[in-house]
């Protein structure tokens, strides 16, 4: 959150960085062994189930740059399912477990401490082998663990989209597929499967459900954690669904109640899918054009009073509009997120709306969400 506050376009974890001495600052060169992915078409699950079967270096090596990278991405959730599968390892420790008897430092006062060498004397390929094999052991252990296995490939899975540039499809035919409806009519029912099983577990659930009983009563306290606990246990096995798959699949199904997305991969979309499947609603439309319907409304009807906004006022409201869209409700800590702390934060905002500031942010929660 600090480093956004001075770079917004920082949203995203990175993967590796890299020095550039145009100087000649460095007083010598330090340099670890590398850890190189030498197996790139190889697949992440086929890497964890070689490791066990062929614990050679450049599998290993490998597999130890692959999970280091996804570990970058890996939700706090995640890691600590990780370490319950593990016994209390983490990814980088697993990484570095696999590299380990690789590197030549390590190797050879490995060596040293097993076999008495001249000073002058390097160890052989032989010696090398039998002194790091309990170290291979060792680190290939986890993978034994088939839970752990499918846990690492699932949130790989969740995280990356693989795009294949190389191999460019071809059509091989043209037609209806008579098996797309009955997909898609899986899918919805996966997700009715989810709902049901899930009602009295998830916090959005619960309240969804409440609100269907009693739409008397506004929903007001869901707010992004929920949704995003709701998203994660949806990709999740048995379910293994995302918002997009089931959005395509009630398109499908019923498209004349359904809008199409400009926007894919926005998380608040899934409100929308729960408020359709729950009958809240009679159409299926991208949450964000919801939260503008609404703001429309609300500026519309606050407008026609004696008293009208500003333009400065009206950008900050569309601010927290485009907010709200995106992540369903306002706090006052994201005051000091990008783009509100590029205009003042939180301070500028009482500035701006004085006495009505109160009143303006709890309205726009409770009007533009859920």
Known sequence: DDLIKVSPSAKLNNERFFIIDCMGAFKSLKVDYPVVDKKPSVPLKDLMRLAVLQPDEDTLTSLAARLLRLDKQLTEKDRNKILELTGGKTIPEIAANL??????????????????????????????????????????????????????????????????????????????????????EEIINNFRKFIDENKDELIALRIYFSFSRDRARPVRDLNYNMIKDLRDALANPPYQLSIDQIWNAYQRIEPKRVKHRTTVGMLTDIISLLRFELKIDNTLEPYSEVVNRKFKEWVFKRNAGPKQFTDEQMNWLRMIKDHIASSVRLEKDDFELSPFVDEGGLGKFYQLFGEETEKVLAELNEELSG
């Open 99 to 184: 590299a380990k008897p690789f590197d030549p430092d390590f190797q050879f006062q490995t060596v040293a401490q097993t076999i008495s060498l001249c000073p002058d004397e390097e160890p052989t390929e032989e010696q090398i082998k039998f002194v790091i094999q309990p170290f291979i052991q060792s680190a290939i252990r986890p993978f034994d663990n088939p839970q752990l296995r499918d846990f690492i490939e699932n949130a790989r899975r969740n995280i990356y989209q693989i795009i294949d540039t190389a191999n460019t499809d071809k059509v091989i035919h043209s037609g209806y597929d008579s098996q797309a409806k009955e997909n898609a």
